[in-house]
Nanobody
Framework: QVRLVESGGGLVQAGGSLRLSCAAS????????MAWYRQAPGKQRELVAS???????MYAESAKGRFAISRDNAKNTVYLQMNSLKPEDTGVYYC?????????WGQGTQVTVSS
């Protein structure tokens, strides 16, 4: 079973940048799509970005032009580069993948953007 561990969150001022990492305990070569979600206080978890094995990416409208998702299959790691951060980007960011009908999540990493 592949386990996910996120890191890289923290407190940053608006306009700043953070790079999140999601390290998998096993190979991600068998995982077609990996994604980053976030959950803001009092809100539902929402998809931020996803990436396929062929590196096709998809972004939420709020992330387009500011965030970049990437994956390093050799290191079993997925990244989320976040630039021009806004206070509304605040939340817990989770790494995710689905295998058959089972969803796998990491424990999350907190991102707080101050105005």
């Amino acid at each position: 079973q592949v386990r996910l561990v996120e890191s890289g969150g923290g407190l940053v001022q608006a306009g700043g940048s953070l790079r999140l990492s999601c390290a998998a305990s096993g190979s991600i070569l068998s995982i077609p799509t990996m994604a980053w979600y976030r959950q803001a206080p009092g809100k539902q978890r929402e998809l931020v970005a996803s990436i396929t094995l062929s590196s096709t990416t998809m972004y939420a409208e709020s992330a387009k032009g500011r965030f970049a998702i990437s994956r390093d299959n050799a290191k079993n790691t997925v990244y989320l580069q976040m630039n021009s951060l806004k206070p509304e980007d605040t939340g817990v960011y989770y790494c995710h993948f689905r295998r058959t009908i089972v969803d796998y999540w990491g424990q999350g990493t907190q991102v707080t953007v101050s105005s």
